[in-house]
C-alpha cells in the first residue's frame, strides 16, 4: 500500500502541563478510510487470539479484560500488605515514547514465532512499507516524512501490535527468580510481580534486591 493510502497526518493533542513542552503532547495520527479498514479486519482477527498469547497481566485490548483488574490488584495487595505490616514495593515503570520506538524487525519475527500466518504478517507489511506522514501545526501541513518504526497512535492494530511487542519483557520478569513478587493470599504460593495496562508497568515486588534484578532485566 503505497501512495496516499500509506500517508497520516499527525495532530497534536494537549495532555497536561508546560504547553510548550513537546512531551505534553499526544500524537495521533489521522489515517485514509482504506487503511483504516484493512488495520480494523486484521485487529479482528488478531483479537480473537491474544487471549491464548498474552498472560492475564496484561489487560489492554485483550477481550474479557479491563483495566479495573489492575486497579484491584493494586489495591487489594496494598491494603493486605498494610494491614499485615508486611514488605510489598510497588513501583511504576514510566516508558517514554514507546509508541513510536517499535522496531518493526522484531516485530514481524515474533509474530512469526508466535505462529501468525506468512500471509497474516505479509498484510501486516503491506501496511508497514513505505509509510510516511506529515504533522499538521494550526492548520498547516509540514514537510512528509518517511517512518521506520513505532506504531500510530489512531491505527485500530497499534495497541494489539504494542502488547505483542513488550511480551517478552514482561516474560522475562516473570521467569526471573530474582524478581519476587507479591504472595496471593490464599492462592497457595501464587506470586504476581506485574501489573501491565499497555505501556503503563507496575511491578509488585517483595525487597530490594528484586528491584536491582527487575531494573537491569529492564535496561538489557
Same mark, same amino acid.
Given at each position: 500500500?503505497?501512495?496516499s493510502?500509506a500517508?497520516?497526518v499527525?495532530?497534536?493533542?494537549?495532555?497536561?502541563?508546560?504547553?510548550?513542552d513537546?512531551?505534553?503532547?499526544?500524537p495521533?495520527?489521522?489515517?485514509?478510510v482504506?487503511?483504516?479498514?484493512?488495520?480494523?479486519v486484521?485487529?479482528d482477527?488478531m483479537?480473537t487470539?491474544?487471549?491464548?498469547?498474552?498472560?492475564?497481566?496484561?489487560t489492554?485490548?485483550?477481550a474479557?479484560r479491563?483495566?479495573?483488574?489492575n486497579?484491584?490488584l493494586?489495591?487489594?495487595?496494598?491494603?493486605?500488605?498494610?494491614? +499485615?505490616?508486611l514488605?510489598?514495593?510497588?513501583?511504576?515503570?514510566d516508558?517514554?515514547?514507546?509508541?513510536? +520506538?517499535?522496531?518493526w524487525?522484531f516485530?514481524?519475527?515474533?509474530?512469526?514465532?508466535?505462529?501468525?500466518s506468512?500471509?497474516?504478517?505479509?498484510?501486516?507489511?503491506?501496511?508497514?512499507?513505505g509509510v510516511?506522514s506529515v504533522?499538521?501545526?494550526?492548520?498547516?501541513?509540514?514537510e512528509?516524512?518517511?517512518?521506520?518504526?513505532g506504531?500510530r497512535?489512531?491505527?485500530?492494530?497499534?495497541?494489539?501490535?504494542y502488547i505483542?511487542y513488550?511480551?517478552?519483557l514482561?516474560?522475562?520478569?516473570?521467569?526471573?527468580?530474582g524478581v519476587?513478587?507479591?504472595?496471593?493470599?490464599?492462592s497457595?504460593?501464587? +506470586?504476581?510481580?506485574?501489573?501491565?495496562?499497555?505501556?503503563?508497568?507496575t511491578?509488585?515486588?517483595? +525487597?530490594?534486591a528484586?528491584?536491582?534484578?527487575?531494573?537491569g532485566?529492564?535496561?538489557?
Open positions: 500500500m503505497r501512495g493510502s500517508s497520516g499527525i495532530s497534536l493533542l494537549f495532555k497536561k502541563g508546560d504547553n510548550t513537546l512531551g505534553n503532547w499526544l495521533l495520527t489521522m489515517l485514509f482504506n487503511y483504516k479498514l484493512l488495520a480494523r486484521l485487529a482477527h483479537g487470539v491474544l487471549p491464548h498469547l498474552v498472560h492475564v497481566d496484561q489492554c485490548g485483550v474479557g479491563s483495566v479495573r483488574w486497579l484491584h493494586l489495591r487489594d495487595a496494598i491494603a493486605w500488605a498494610e494491614d +499485615r505490616n514488605p510489598l514495593m510497588v513501583v511504576c515503570l516508558q517514554a515514547k514507546t509508541f513510536e +520506538r517499535v522496531n524487525g516485530m514481524f519475527r515474533l509474530l512469526e514465532r508466535l505462529g501468525f506468512q500471509v497474516f504478517v505479509g498484510w501486516l507489511r503491506t501496511l508497514y512499507t510516511g504533522v499538521s501545526v494550526n492548520g498547516h501541513l509540514g512528509a516524512f518517511s517512518l521506520h518504526s506504531v497512535q489512531g491505527c485500530p492494530l497499534s495497541p494489539l501490535l505483542l513488550m511480551e517478552p514482561a516474560e522475562a520478569f516473570r521467569a526471573d527468580p519476587q513478587g507479591f504472595l496471593v493470599p490464599g497457595g504460593g501464587l +506470586r504476581v510481580n506485574l501489573s501491565q495496562y499497555a505501556d503503563d508497568t511491578l509488585l515486588l517483595d +525487597r530490594g528484586c528491584l536491582v534484578c527487575a531494573l532485566i529492564f535496561q538489557n
